[in-house]
């Protein structure tokens, strides 16, 4: 009798910004894992590309469903079945260390370390890849159907601001983000903010919100993504810190939304 070894499996490892959501990830790579490996074993090996210990890495993948299926249990086998791992996989990273004791360690600025560069070329021609199940599949650029980057932008730019005018949305209306009630504002900003979210989110219209209460992310800057690759800081309105929000269209409703204290003061009349 014999047995029948599975083969590699090429996938994509990412280490997402979790101290700046929303930013290009900390780390995106593609590696070739073995489905004998323990997690345990897969853990040790992603030390050298993550630079996270393996006891602070949570692991996770996104499922054929979309939904996200934790890889916790170490014992268990990199191609077992509840994990659905095939090539293409992502397998996300995250550091559970807190951010003051993290390695600081730039995975942007790549000079430093000593690395293998295959040439573009060379990596077209190999039958394994990402890239080539990709093509086999025809996704992405290879989707003889696939509307250009630009084409999409323009789509995405017009689907939103038609989405601004049907609700009304303006700058100085008073608004409440999504169906959370403690968190109404006045609208700040309404528009593009080209780099945020990458190519992905190109023709995005994003609305700024100043909250009433602390209850925000940020004081109305953004982290956005420079044509280089890399990442600044740029502001899109006034306000303090944790009082400001950036949400889509969809996730606004503008309306008759007075502060709470201001409803409270109301109330305490009518006592």
Not at 3 to 18: K, Y
Not at 41 to 65: E, F, H, M, Y
């Amino acid at each position: 009798m014999s047995l029948t070894t599975q083969p590699d499996i090429s996938v994509q490892i990412i280490v997402p910004n979790d101290i700046s959501p929303g930013s290009a990830p900390l780390l995106s790579a593609e590696r070739r894992i073995t489905p004998s490996w323990t997690i345990s074993q897969l853990k040790d090996k992603l030390v050298p590309v993550t630079g996270i210990p393996s006891t602070s890495q949570s692991l996770r993948t996104s499922g054929l469903s979309g939904t996200w299926i934790a890889i916790s249990d170490e014992s268990s086998l990199v191609g077992d079945a509840r994990y659905a791992l095939h090539k293409g996989s992502e397998i996300e990273i995250t550091d559970t260390r807190p951010p003051g004791v993290r390695q600081t360690f730039n995975f942007q600025d790549l000079s430093a370390i000593e690395k293998y560069q295959m040439p573009e070329e060379q990596y077209a021609q190999l039958d394994d890849s990402v890239l080539a199940w990709k093509r086999k599949q025809k996704l992405g650029r290879f989707d003889p159907n696939a509307k250009s980057a630009q084409e999409l932008a323009v789509e995405r730019l017009r689907h939103d601001q038609e989405m601004v005018t049907s609700r009304g949305i303006e700058a100085g209306q008073r608004c409440r983000v999504g169906n959370d009630d403690s968190r109404r504002g006045t609208v700040r900003f309404t528009g593009e903010i080209p780099g945020l979210g990458g190519a992905r989110e190109a023709g995005c219209v994003w609305i700024g919100v100043e909250l009433d209460e602390p209850v925000g992310r940020n004081d109305g800057t953004v982290n956005v993504e420079t044509e280089d690759g890399g990442q600044q800081t740029r502001r899109v309105f006034e306000c303090r810190d944790k009082y400001g929000v950036l949400a889509r269209p969809e996730k606004i409703q503008v309306g008759d939304f007075p502060p709470l204290d201001d409803l409270l003061d109301e109330d305490m009349e009518e006592i």
